[in-house]
Nanobody
Framework: VQLQASGGGLVQAGGSLRLSCAASGRTFSTYAEAWFRQAPGKEREFVAVIRWNGGFTYYADSVKGRFTISRDTAKNTVYLQMNSLKTEDTAVYYC????????????????WGQGTQVTVSS
């Protein structure tokens, strides 16, 4: 499975962006897809996950109510709609996929896309 993330950019605080993660290859083997982010000088952190079948979603507390993860199964694409952006959301955002449930939605991802930079200015 290859993952291609896009949609990052520069936005003012309070604004919105939508990230996309297009999957190609053996996509039928994907159990769940997620977004992570890594800010300068910080560790990578979990943002949101969506289970491919059924659409179960789970969010980090820091983005709950502001971000929405969704999927288009026909396009093999996962989206992250980010609203009410804050300066602390500035980070490189990565999409990732699990082949099977690892026991945690925050760990155990088998495939990773390249990052896309999101910068929120004050």
């Amino acid at each position: 499975v290859q993952l291609q993330a896009s949609g990052g950019g520069l936005v003012q605080a309070g604004g919105s962006l939508r990230l996309s993660c297009a999957a190609s290859g053996r996509t039928f083997s994907t159990y769940a897809e997620a977004w992570f982010r890594q800010a300068p000088g910080k560790e990578r952190e979990f943002v949101a996950v969506i289970r491919w079948n059924g659409g179960f979603t789970y969010y980090a507390d820091s983005v709950k109510g502001r971000f929405t993860i969704s999927r288009d199964t026909a396009k093999n694409t996962v989206y992250l709609q980010m609203n009410s952006l804050k300066t602390e959301d500035t980070a490189v955002y990565y999409c990732a996929a699990q082949r099977a449930y690892s026991g945690s939605y925050k760990l155990g991802y088998d495939y990773w896309g390249q990052g896309t930079q999101v910068t929120v200015s004050s």
